[in-house]
């Protein structure tokens, strides 16, 4: 949750650091896939395309 909030920050966001995982359906995350692909599914997951 650190990397993820500090990235978060890093972006620019001035959101309160995670407290849980944020990203609801994506317990595939837990393979060994390269970033980008992990990135393009939560992307397809928050935008509702999956």
């Keep these: 949750m650190a990397y993820l909030s500090a990235l ?8 309160p650091p995670f407290s849980e995982w944020p990203f ?11 970033v980008r692909e992990h990135l393009r ?3 397809a997951i928050s935008s509702g395309n999956i």
């Design 24 to 34: 609801a359906g994506t317990s595939g995350l837990t393979r060994w896939a390269p």
């Design 41 to 43: 599914e939560i992307a």
């Design 8 to 15: 978060k920050r890093r972006m620019g966001s001035d959101d």
